[in-house]
């Protein structure tokens, strides 16, 4: 009868203990270059010590609700994740003319392209949680060219993901002063990437010292990893989920190599 108490007892003070654990979030104001900025942090307070960091940058349309919960499924896997913004409070969209202009105001200048991320990064390295020698980061669409640049301007990275992002090739030049190792989630009838565009960039890239991979998912378009990517009724948007889950299983191991339990 005592033994089953204590087996009791364990199951009730486990589930309290997992009960106590949460996600938490919080928006985050922040500036650059004139622009007033609103981020998105997230994280799970149950977890001691310092966590890897992870930045998240949004697809073209926008800080949404979309690129907050991928965060909050960071968090929830032990990491500290700070969704960025890389258009100014407030603006969000849903009109691809809309998203287009606002992604053409940033991306057409390459220094401002990589230092609006830059700063993200910096509000990331900020946090009492985080860990900052061990610092990624994934982004979506427009995003996923984001890290890209951001990994070639030498940031403090271990790693970058690129989901259905343009692919960027670097220099030579900037290959050697990447320090982030790259993954690529590309979709097999993916518009944006013509084959042509993607041998390319393979081209590119072994002409660096820079350790990739790319992951081809087979019957896949744009914007793959959106649940809504069909709602916008644009021919090369579409969701898969199994495409979904199975590069998020690749950004796992990705993360588990470059984050080792310690």
């Known amino acids: 009868m005592k033994t089953r108490f204590i087996i009791f007892?364990?199951?009730?003070?486990?589930?309290?203990?997992?009960?106590?654990?949460?996600?938490?979030?919080?928006?985050?104001?922040?500036?650059?270059d004139g622009v007033t900025l609103e981020g998105f942090l997230a994280y799970d307070d149950a977890v001691s010590g310092k966590m890897p960091g992870i930045l998240v940058v949004h697809e073209w349309w926008g800080l949404n609700e979309y690129a907050r919960n991928r965060a909050e499924k960071l968090a929830a896997m032990g990491y500290v994740a700070f969704a960025l913004d890389m258009y100014g409070k407030g603006k969000v969209t849903d009109h691809p003319d809309q998203a287009g202009a606002w992604m053409k105001a940033v991306n057409s200048n390459m220094a401002l392209w990589q230092e609006r991320a830059m700063a993200g990064l910096e509000v990331l390295k900020k946090q009492p949680q985080v860990d900052v020698t061990r610092l990624a980061a994934i982004g979506y669409c427009f995003g996923g060219a984001t890290v890209q640049v951001l990994a070639y301007s030498g940031a403090d990275l271990k790693g970058v993901v690129s989901f259905h992002g343009s692919l960027m090739p670097p220099t030579v030049e900037k290959g050697r002063q990447t320090k982030?190792?790259?993954?690529?989630?590309?979709?097999?009838?993916?518009?944006?990437?013509?084959?042509q565009s993607v041998a390319a960039y393979m081209e590119a890239m072994n002409a660096t010292t820079i350790d990739w991979q790319l992951a081809v998912f087979g019957n896949t378009r744009h914007s793959f990893t959106n649940p809504d990517?069909?709602?916008?009724?644009?021919?090369?948007?579409?969701?898969?989920?199994?495409?979904?889950?199975?590069?998020?299983?690749?950004?796992?191991?990705?993360?588990?190599?470059?984050?080792?339990?310690?």
């Open 9 to 32: 007892l364990s199951i009730i003070l486990g589930a309290a203990t997992m009960a106590q654990a949460k996600v938490v979030n919080r928006p985050i104001v922040y500036s650059h």
């Open 180 to 195: 982030a190792k790259i993954l690529i989630c590309h979709g097999a009838m993916d518009p944006m990437n013509t084959p």
């Open 229 to 262: 990517a069909d709602k916008h009724k644009m021919a090369a948007l579409a969701y898969n989920a199994s495409s979904d889950r199975r590069s998020w299983q690749y950004m796992t191991l990705f993360f588990q190599e470059l984050f080792p339990t310690r």
